[in-house]
Nanobody, 118 residues
Framework: QVQLVESGGGLVQPGGSLRLSCAAS?????????LGWYRQAPGKQRELVAT???????NYAGSLEGRFTISRDNAANTIYLQMNSLKPEDTAVYYC???????????WGQGTQVTVSS
């Protein structure tokens, strides 16, 4: 059974930083998956934050590139999202995602709350 568990969310002041982690279990060949982070703010649709391919190529939502960095540790079956210069509009529940190669099957974590407020 595949499980993704996010951690690292919390309350941070504007301009601060957070590092989110997502640990995957029950995933065979984790290194072959495309991984991603998405977020959903209250009253809004879930949106892409960033993805990273099996080869390590990263893609970001245009407004977030330069402040956010996605990375992966295949040995640890873990995805990371480093978030810097956080703004109140970054407040959302952040979800990690793992997409099986050559398949429409995607796995999701339960989400971690990030609140940016003074």
């Amino acid at each position: 059974q595949v499980q993704l568990v996010e951690s690292g969310g919390g309350l941070v002041q504007p301009g601060g930083s957070l590092r989110l982690s997502c640990a995957a279990s029950g995933v065979r060949f984790f290194s072959t998956y495309t991984l991603g982070w998405y977020r959903q703010a209250p009253g809004k649709q879930r949106e892409l934050v960033a993805t990273i391919t099996s080869r390590g190529a990263a893609n970001y939502a245009g407004s977030l590139e330069g402040r956010f960095t996605i990375s992966r540790d295949n040995a640890a079956n873990t995805i990371y999202l480093q978030m810097n210069s956080l703004k109140p509009e970054d407040t959302a529940v952040y979800y990690c995602n793992a997409l099986r190669p050559s398949s429409p099957i995607a796995y999701w974590g339960q989400g971690t709350q990030v609140t940016v407020s003074s």
